[in-house]
C-alpha cells in the first residue's frame, strides 16, 4: 500500500505547527510549575515559574512578529532584534520587533512594530486628529493601509487600533516598497 505524500507547504506548515505547540507547552509548563509552587507556599519557586513563562510567551510574539515582517527584497538584506518583546515592559509592555533592511547601495532604514503597547492610545488619537494629520504632511496609502509621513524619512500607520508600524531611517521612496509588501491583514490578526 503506497504511503500518503505530504507537499511541501503541508510539511512546512506541520512542522511550523509541531514548533508552535513545543512553544506553547514551554509557557504551560512554566505556568503549572509556578502554579504547584504557589499552592506550596514557595514563592520564590513561583516568581521563577512565572518569569520563566513571561520568558516563553515573549519568544512566542517575537516569533509571530518575526513571521509578518515582509523579507527583504532581492539584493537587499534584513537583519532582526527579536529581545525587542522582552524589553517592553520598560514601555509598558505589549510585543515588538524591529529589522534594519539595507539597499544594495548600502541605504538603511529601520522597521519597528509594536503590539499591544499603551504608546497605542497617543498614536489612535493622533491619527484620529485630521488637522493633526493634514499638519504633518498627511496620509499616504501604501499596501492597504495609511501611513502618515511624519517627515521624508518616517512613516508610521496603526493597524487594528492596536499595532504600530513605523518605518524610518531612508527616503519614503526607498521605504514604500518594502511597507508595501506587508499583510496588513495578517498583521490585524496577530495574537488573536
Known amino acids: 500500500m503506497a504511503r500518503p505524500r505530504l507537499s511541501a507547504a503541508a510539511l512546512v506548515a ?24 504557589y499552592a506550596a507556599g514557595d514563592l520564590t519557586a513561583t516568581s521563577h515559574g512565572i518569569a520563566e513563562a513571561s520568558a516563553a510567551l515573549s519568544a512566542l510574539q517575537s516569533a ?17 532584534n ?25 541605504v538603511t532604514f529601520t522597521l519597528v512594530i509594536l503590539a499591544d503597547n499603551p504608546m497605542v492610545t497617543s498614536v489612535k488619537e493622533m491619527f484620529a486628529n485630521e488637522m493633526l494629520v493634514t ?13 502618515l509621513a511624519q517627515d521624508e524619512r518616517s512613516l508610521m500607520t496603526l493597524v487594528d487600533d492596536r499595532l504600530i508600524v513605523q518605518a ?7 521605504m514604500e516598497p518594502v511597507l508595501a509588501r506587508i499583510d496588513h491583514a495578517a498583521l490585524a490578526a496577530y495574537g488573536k
Open 14 to 37: 506541520a512542522t511550523l505547527s509541531c514548533a508552535a505547540t513545543a512553544r506553547a507547552d514551554a509557557v504551560s509548563d512554566a505556568l503549572e510549575a509556578a502554579q504547584a509552587a
Open 64 to 80: 509571530e512578529l518575526l513571521a509578518l515582517l515582509p523579507p527583504a527584497p532581492d539584493g537587499w538584506t534584513r537583519s532582526e
Open 82 to 106: 527579536t529581545d525587542m518583546t522582552a524589553s517592553m515592559i520598560v514601555v509598558g509592555g505589549g510585543s515588538g520587533i524591529e529589522a534594519t533592511y539595507t539597499t544594495p547601495q548600502g
Open 135 to 147: 499638519m504633518m504632511g498627511g496620509a499616504k496609502p501604501i499596501g492597504g493601509a495609511s501611513y
Open 168 to 174: 524610518s531611517g531612508a527616503p519614503v521612496a526607498v
